[in-house]
């Protein structure tokens, strides 16, 4: 059972404490209480009004508390018997819904995007759904990111660590204000133990601390709608421009309409796959209305594509196969779109759908790692000692500072790099500035658009222009930028566990890599130069070759999509990539380029090339579908940002 604490203890301003102001009826503790139930509720109150807490919650356990040092203790003792997770909160919060609906599963903190007016909020920064830094009554953060909630969620494995944190925490001088939940968050991560930050977003969240905050609360909480707001909470807070303009602000009743059909997220995932399946069908025809009849069909599997992601945020309804799924159909029906254009186009446009499904493949890969990396590199910074009041040297940040779009926590350096990227964040303060670099960097939402507008208004042939040069514009933008921080990073080199699953070595690559090991803060770059490199001579290969090789070509570029996605995708879900066996039977990138060389110089490059995507398609394909249906389902992933939120 989780043990829930509540810290009845911050006086109110008209007297008493502010847990027991008149809310609705009852008092903001009551209210926890029965938002709790269930529970194994634990209230820390001061002696004067713990006495009377007891007789009022015969349901909870009230401990006596003389202060924070007590508190502290009180928390140790709790933390270190509690079987299941601990939460603690202070009892005057005031949430709708409940404080825990958020919060999700493991150790994590809700955050807040700004700090509510006339409520003093402990700053955080985080990046990537993990806390970096975190303010309390003694520690200052610098460029914070969000404001603590007051809700701190420790998972089971990690309750010694909190009454460990709270023995540190014990240590420290005495403030004039007493917050223990925030002390104890950043006890708990300069200690070392990971935090997830867990966005409010439109929850409704008031701490008052006086009658007139109280009636304040009371007033908004009645005018709360609780539904509209889990409904705006469907939508992805930080989307490309033309989803959140175009396709947003109508999908999310879709959504809604679909939880009252009773559809799940994953039949609606497949639902998109089959109408963007109709919209490759319809390009394939190749005639005006079947073009237009695509265009159309393929903003409908977009919008459906949007459905099932606000489906299961509106519904709480997550699941690791269905973010594989999600995840892997997205590219499927980006790819047989491709395709579709191209038998519809004819054969001279071949070579354009080969290009432009390689340069999305490369672009990600780079992506992917990239920001693999990066996190690393955010999460192993070194932490400064408890007692250290600041995260970073220097002096504390005004108060008034506010909170970034984009915290810097790794390349706060010096240099014309470092200057440049600080001028970049700057930037990005203006609404208009933002979106206009989320347009540059060519996101899924942006490139389905360009699809269905060129394609009904032009041809299939100018498609693949648009995607060749505008997906290799963003490609130089976004890999310029990571190029730079990686110049600016204090940290050196940072190991990862998906760059070598992502080289997806052959036998010979494996021999040279096991006796050349280099280290270098550009590793990441490793496994997309690799597949640029891969998917480009098999494009040459087959253009080498004519007839149908191009064809050919492109179905063994799918596959290989499939497969290297797949990687990806897995290591996010599963925890880990597919076996090694399943890189070795598939030849590895340098056996491929190889025996595609060979195929070239016998004049057997189509019937090669065609044999290879069937048996590779079963050989990827059938190991990815098993994994889901054996045991590595139930692992724990790391958590990652989505790949299109990666792209700026």
């Not at 520690?139 to 460990?164: I, K, M, N, Q």
């Not at 009743?253 to 939880?259: G, I, K, L």
């Not at 073009?291 to 690791?320: E, I, K, P, T, W």
Request: with cysteine; aromatic share 8%.
């Amino acid at each position: 059972m989780t043990t829930v604490i509540l810290f009845a203890t911050v006086p109110a301003a008209d007297g008493g404490v502010a847990a027991a102001l008149r809310l609705n009826g009852g008092t903001p503790l009551e209210r926890l209480l029965a938002q709790l139930d269930g529970f194994d509720i634990h209230v820390i109150a001061r002696p004067m009004f713990a006495s009377a807490l007891d007789t009022l919650l015969p349901g909870a356990t009230v401990h006596g508390s003389g202060g924070q040092l007590d508190d502290l203790d009180a928390v140790a003792r709790i933390a270190r018997d509690a079987l299941e997770d601990v939460v603690l909160l202070p009892g005057e919060l005031v949430t709708q819904p409940s404080p825990l609906d958020r919060l999700g599963s493991g150790t994590a903190i809700l955050t807040l995007p700004r700090e509510p007016d006339g409520t003093r909020c402990f700053a955080v920064r985080a990046a990537g759904g993990r806390v970096l830094g975190a303010a309390s009554p003694y520690h200052w953060v610098g460029a914070p990111s969000a404001y603590f909630g007051e809700v701190l969620r420790v998972a089971p494995a990690d309750t010694r660590a909190l009454a460990a944190a709270a023995a540190s925490a014990a240590e420290l001088p005495e403030t004039e204000i007493e917050d223990v939940p925030a002390l104890l968050a950043t006890a708990l991560v300069r200690e070392g133990t990971p935090v997830a930050a867990r966005d409010a977003r439109t929850q409704f969240w008031a701490r008052p601390l006086a009658k007139a905050e109280a009636e304040h609360a009371e007033s908004e909480l009645e005018q709360y709608d609780e539904g509209r707001a889990r409904l705006d909470a469907a939508v992805k807070a930080n989307d490309g421009f033309f989803t959140t303009f175009f396709v947003s602000p109508y999908s999310r009743f879709v959504a809604r309409a679909a939880a009252r059909l009773g559809l799940t997220p994953n039949q609606v995932t497949v639902l998109s796959m089959c109408v963007g399946v109709l919209a490759a069908l319809g390009f394939a025809k190749g005639e005006r209305s079947s073009l237009v009849a695509g265009a159309v069909l393929l903003q409908v599997a977009f919008m459906l594509d949007c459905v099932d992601g606000q489906l299961a945020r509106y519904m709480r309804n997550f699941s690791h196969f269905g973010a594989w799924l999600d995840s892997m159909f997205d590219r499927g029906k980006e790819f047989l779109v491709y395709a579709g254009l191209a038998v519809g186009a004819g054969p001279d446009v071949w070579p354009l759908a080969a290009a432009a499904l390689s340069l999305q493949t490369v672009r990600h890969m780079f992506e992917f790692s990239y920001w693999d990396v990066h996190y690393k590199a955010l999460t192993s910074a070194p932490q400064p000692p408890l007692y250290e009041p600041g995260d970073r040297p220097g002096p504390p940040p005004p108060v008034d500072t506010g909170v970034a779009r984009a915290p810097a926590a790794v390349h706060d350096g010096e240099g014309l790099v470092a200057r440049a990227l600080g001028v970049s964040r700057l930037l990005d303060r203006p609404p208009g500035i933002h979106w206009i670099k989320k347009v540059i960097v060519f996101p899924i939402g942006e490139r389905f658009a360009a699809i269905s507008l060129t394609a009904a208004l032009f041809s299939p042939r100018t498609t693949f222009i648009v995607l060749l040069a505008w997906g290799g514009i963003g490609g130089v933008y976004s890999l310029s930028a990571h190029v730079m921080h990686t110049v600016a990073r204090r940290s050196g080199p940072i190991d990862s566990d998906f760059l070598a699953p992502l080289r997806d070595d052959g036998l010979l690559a494996r021999a040279v890599a096991a006796r050349v090991h280099i280290r270098s803060r550009f590793n990441w770059l490793v496994p997309g130069t690799i597949r640029a490199l891969e998917y480009g001579l098999l494009i040459l290969s087959a253009a080498l070759a004519h007839g149908n090789a191009m064809r050919a070509c492109f179905a063994l570029l799918a596959v290989l999509a499939f497969h290297h996605y797949d990687t990806v995708y897995r290591l996010r879900q599963q925890g880990a990539p597919p076996p090694a066996w399943v890189s070795i039977a598939g030849g590895g990138w340098d056996g491929r380029i190889i025996l595609a060389f060979i195929a070239l110089l016998v004049a057997v490059t189509t019937a090669g090339m065609a044999t290879a995507a069937v048996l590779l398609a079963i050989v990827f394909v059938g190991e990815s579908v098993s994994s889901w249906i054996g045991p590595a389902r139930a692992q724990r992933p790391p958590t990652y940002a989505d790949e299109e939120d990666e792209n700026e």
